[in-house]
Every structure is written in C-alpha cells, then in structure tokens.
C-alpha cells in the first residue's frame, strides 16, 4: 500500500488550502482513513480522520470549523480542505490508512503512512 500526499504549500494567514492523498489497492472503502500534522520539534498530532463509507468524520479541537476531511472512494483519494489557515497550523501533514473501517484518532491504529506535505502559514 502506498500513499501519496500532495497540496502543500506556502499560505499567508486566513488563507485555504487542499490537500490530496492518492492510495493505492481498490478496497479504500474498507478502511479509515487520517490526517495528522508535525511540527518542528514537537509529537506528530492528529488532525482529522473519516470513516471507510465516509458517514463519520472526526476533528481535533484545533482545527474543527476551519478544516473538512472528504474522501472519494471510486478514486482512491481523500482530502483535507483547510480554510481561514493560521501560523500555528504550519507543520508536515501526513495521510494515513487506518487498519480499522471506523475512524480513528490514535496514531496505532494506522497501519500505512505516506510522505508527507509541507504546510507553511505566514502571519
């Protein structure tokens, strides 16, 4: 299994951008999926996960109301649509599969990592 983030960028604050994750394998459906963050010096955090059908989702406080998780199953990709961007916010985010079809918050639970993208938010 592999993933591939891609949508990074720089941004300046109040800002959007779109991350995308492309999996490959054709039974995505059937797993959970994640998005968490890193930043320089500090534990990688999660951000926001969807359930296999997509029928749940789950945010961290930090970013609930500003960023929405999607996934498109027939394509393979899942999303993470980020708006009104903060500096805090700037950090390596990285797509996950869970090996659960529910969501999932806890880094165990993911089985696959992908590269990682970087997001950059200036003030």
């Known amino acids: 299994v592999q993933l591939q983030a891609s949508g990074g960028g720089l941004v300046e604050a109040g800002g959007s951008l779109r991350l995308s994750c492309q999996v490959s394998g054709r039974t995505l459906n059937m797993y959970g999926m994640g998005w968490f963050r890193q930043a320089p010096g500090k534990e990688r955090e999660f951000v926001a996960t969807?359930?296999?059908?997509?029928?749940?989702?789950y945010y961290a406080d930090s970013v609930k109301g500003r960023f929405v998780i999607s996934r498109d199953n027939a394509k393979s990709t899942v999303h993470l649509q980020m708006n009104s961007l903060k500096p805090e916010d700037t950090a390596t985010y990285y797509c996950?599969?869970?090996?659960?079809?529910?969501?999932?918050?806890?880094?165990?639970?993911?089985?696959?990592w992908g590269q990682g993208t970087q997001v950059t938010v200036s003030s």
């Open positions: 969807i359930s296999g059908n997509g029928g749940s989702t």
């Open positions: 996950a599969r869970a090996a659960v079809r529910s969501i999932a918050t806890n880094r165990d639970n993911y089985a696959y």
